[in-house]
């Protein structure tokens, strides 16, 4: 089992700054990809980013103004938010595709979730 864990979310004004981190534990072998996803109230899970070891993607709605980093000695994975607009409120989820042995299956975990909330 894997125990995906979110912090750093809160209020933030339009045009500031946020940092998420999301930290990974327990029976990891190999992580192979980390990714942040959000969900807006009414709306439906979204990809914001994703970090394997050779590629980064990004929502479009999120380039340039996001961007996700890893930690691999600490399977920690960040996401630094920038120029925050209203319309990324939301919350973040953090899913960790891991394999508890070289031979396991690759399986995804999430965690509980961090709200952000971008407003004057």
């Known amino acids: 089992q894997v125990q995906v864990v979110e912090s750093g979310g809160g209020l933030v004004q339009p045009g500031g700054s946020l940092i998420l981190s999301c930290a990974a534990s327990?029976?990891?072998?190999?992580?192979?990809?980390m990714g942040w996803y959000r969900q807006a109230p009414g709306k439906q899970r979204e990809l914001v980013a994703g970090?394997?070891?050779?590629?980064?993607t990004y929502a479009d709605s999120v380039k340039g103004r996001f961007t996700i980093s890893r930690d691999n000695a600490k399977n920690t994975v960040f996401l630094q938010m920038g120029s925050l607009k209203p319309e990324d409120t939301a919350t973040y989820y953090c899913?960790?595709?891991?394999?508890?042995?070289?031979?396991?299956?690759?399986?995804?975990?999430w965690g509980k979730g961090t709200l952000v909330i971008v407003s004057s």
């Open positions: 899913k960790v595709d891991s394999q508890s042995t070289n031979a396991a299956p690759v399986i995804g975990y």
């Open positions: 327990g029976s990891i072998f190999r992580i192979n990809e």
């Open positions: 970090i394997t070891s050779g590629r980064i």
